[in-house]
């Protein structure tokens, strides 16, 4: 059966063989342009939440990005900073984060856990179907790391090779859509377990992990050959034993803030978003974690 590269399952393999929240108090500032409408709705929209509190899903093991301190209990990044200004920018006065996943984000905002994500989220058209996103605030590229010690230089070094990604992030999509684009594979999947989680093709095959700890401990340990995933994330498990495989890109992607499809909320942030761009607060923020 082919494979269609963006109806991937995403699945999690247990390895090779809580949320958590802060309440932090927010400083006073101004707003500013217009949302990203998907081209089909799929839920009802949602007004602005009441309150004073916006509760934001962000990542709590992505270093520089949104990362969680738990003897502290206090999160720091890229993101945290920006949605800590993006919400003095629209009247809150306090952020609750809340710690997803690329498992669980998506379910979060539908279910109305969280008011948006903003968590290494890549604006993608599937993506737009459900929910609204912000202009872009940072743009990354999905990348392939291998060990040293593996002596693989390039992607045909790959040819019969594992892959691994993380569940629930667009990784796996991406992959065996560039790998067939570029002829690596024919995309035709040859087996399949049950949950998706081991999937072979024809000259490649994909493990995907329920965290990223676990998908670097499986390169590490010689479980895949290559991890694929953001580059904003790989720098977390990056060491002097591991290389980003040259000349190989698997797609250019840009992160933005996702709020519910239709909502009131949806317009404010994205036109704090807009604003933040233009007056270089962005900048500013990007170059303090970079």
């Known amino acids: 059966m082919a494979l269609a590269a963006a109806g991937l399952p995403i699945a999690a393999a247990t390895g090779c063989t809580d949320k958590t929240t802060e309440s932090t108090a927010a400083r006073s500032g101004s707003a500013g342009s217009g949302a990203l409408a998907g081209s089909a709705q799929t839920s009802a929209p949602t007004p602005a939440p009441a309150g004073d509190t916006i509760r934001a899903g962000v990542r709590a093991d992505v270093v520089g990005f949104g990362y969680l301190n738990e003897n502290t209990g206090n999160y720091y990044g890229l993101e945290i900073d920006i949605v800590r200004e993006l919400a003095d920018r629209i009247g809150y006065s306090e952020v609750e984060f809340v710690t997803v996943t690329p498992d669980d984000r998506k379910e979060m905002l539908l279910e109305g856990k969280i008011d948006l994500i903003a968590a290494c989220y890549s604006i993608a058209e599937t993506r737009l179907k459900n929910f609204d996103f912000s202009p872009a605030y940072y743009d990354d590229a999905v990348i392939a790391v291998v060990q040293n010690s593996s002596m693989i230089e390039s992607i045909d070094d790959l040819k019969g090779g594992i892959f691994g990604t993380m569940a629930g992030s667009n990784a796996a999509p991406l992959l065996s859509q560039k790998l067939y684009d570029i002829g690596f594979s024919n995309g035709e999947v040859v087996t399949a377990n049950e949950d998706n989680s081991d999937v072979s093709f024809d000259t490649w095959r ?39 495989l040259d000349d190989f890109t698997v797609a250019e992607q840009s992160y933005g803030v996702a709020t519910p499809k239709g909502s009131e909320l949806s317009s404010l942030v994205a036109d704090a978003i807009q604003d933040m761009l233009d007056d270089g607060t962005i900048e500013q923020l990007t170059d303090k974690w970079d």
């Open 206 to 244: 994909l493990l995907q992990f329920p965290s990223y700890q676990e998908l670097s401990d499986a390169l590490e340990e010689g479980c895949i050959d290559a991890m694929v995933l953001d580059g904003a994330i790989a720098h977390t498990y990056m060491n002097d034993k591991r290389v980003v």
